[in-house]
């Protein structure tokens, strides 16, 4: 990818367990943000975080952001079956908060 | 509010045919617009960067005179694939911007998938 990598790949779990997703960047930035695409759609944005912040909430994600290892987490708790999709983190840059690059993505498959 | 909307959501066309996306923002004017193109199961790559009234900045490994972009208005940004072929097939998306101090508000289309045969 232009920025980073996610892992896992790909992650299958049961509804109602949690799931975690990971983000590394090579940059500095000033944001991350976490996006999630349905297969064949458009992004949907969950959240966003800012570089002085560790951790954020927003219902059922929680996101967390170490700038000194340059990693994200994405938590996404009590899945269900519409949460599957691909999780994807964006970052900006310190020298051009307007331009985004997104890591390679995590497929999430929520098995009812 | 911050929808944006993309024409054709699908197209089917010729190798050698040129094909035009438009990206519309339809309830805000944005600064700038984004081109992003994605192969199937991979991310989303940044292709170029587009200001309103000024020339498309490419990412390195694009090639302008290929993907034509012309962002004629606030509300407006065409890519044009030139002369397409079978390896240009992809899902192309294109984001409008708001930016405002040190934070950028991207807001994604539909997407565009583009079959070149």
């Known amino acids: 990818s232009q920025q980073g990598e996610e892992d896992p790949q790909a992650l299958s779990i049961q509804e109602g367990e949690n799931a975690t997703m990971n983000c590394s960047y090579k940059?500095?930035?000033?944001?991350l943000q976490w996006y999630r695409q349905n297969s064949g759609r458009g992004l949907v944005h969950l959240i966003l975080i800012r570089s002085n912040e560790r951790e954020k909430h927003s219902g059922r994600l929680r996101v967390t952001l170490d700038t000194s290892k340059k990693s994200s987490s994405l938590l996404i708790t009590a899945s269900r079956a519409a949460d599957t999709a691909s999780y994807f983190c964006a970052t900006d840059s310190r020298d051009n908060f307007n331009k985004f690059y997104f890591g390679s993505g995590t497929k999430l498959n929520v098995k009812p | 509010g911050a929808v944006v909307s993309q024409h054709p959501s699908r197209v089917i066309c010729k190798s050698g045919t040129s094909v035009k996306i438009e990206c519309r923002s339809l309830d805000f004017q944005a600064t700038t617009m984004f081109w992003y193109r994605q192969f199937p199961k991979q991310s989303l790559m940044l292709m170029a960067t587009?200001?309103?009234?000024?020339?498309?900045?490419?990412e390195q490994g694009v090639e302008k005179d290929k993907f034509l972009i012309n962002h004629a208005s606030l509300t407006l940004s065409t890519l044009t694939v030139t002369s397409a072929h079978p390896e240009d097939s992809s899902f192309y998306i294109c984001?409008?911007?708001?930016?405002?101090?040190?934070?950028?508000?991207?807001?994604f289309g539909p997407g565009t998938r583009l079959t070149v045969t």
């Open positions: 984001s409008a911007s708001i930016a405002s101090t040190l934070r950028s508000e991207q807001y």
């Open positions: 940059t500095s930035i000033n944001n």
């Open positions: 587009s200001n309103e009234g000024s020339k498309a900045t490419y």
